[in-house]
């Protein structure tokens, strides 16, 4: 991954096959059309440890990024109100 590329996705490719972003109607200056909202964006890694590559603009990579840390902020809780609410009816 290029060491200027702070946002890890693929704009290098503007270098090695710009045919390839000028065919999918990509404008200079992003790396994909955005997935939600058919907006110019970058393509990158989804947040978090998954493996899912995707395009979206720098709204929607936001929210998703929000969505995802809400998710693992919620998953704790619950478990402990699983884990709370077997123990007051066992
Ligand atoms: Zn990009
Ligand atoms: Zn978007």
Known sequence: MDAENERGCYCS???????TLEKQGVPRGYCGICEICRKPGHLRQAPGAT???GAWCDRCYRALTIKHYMLWLALPLILAAAWLFERLYS
Request: proline residues 10%; aromatic residues 20%.
């Open 13 to 19: 490719l503007w270098q090695k096959s710009p045919e």
């Open 51 to 53: 493996a899912y590559t």
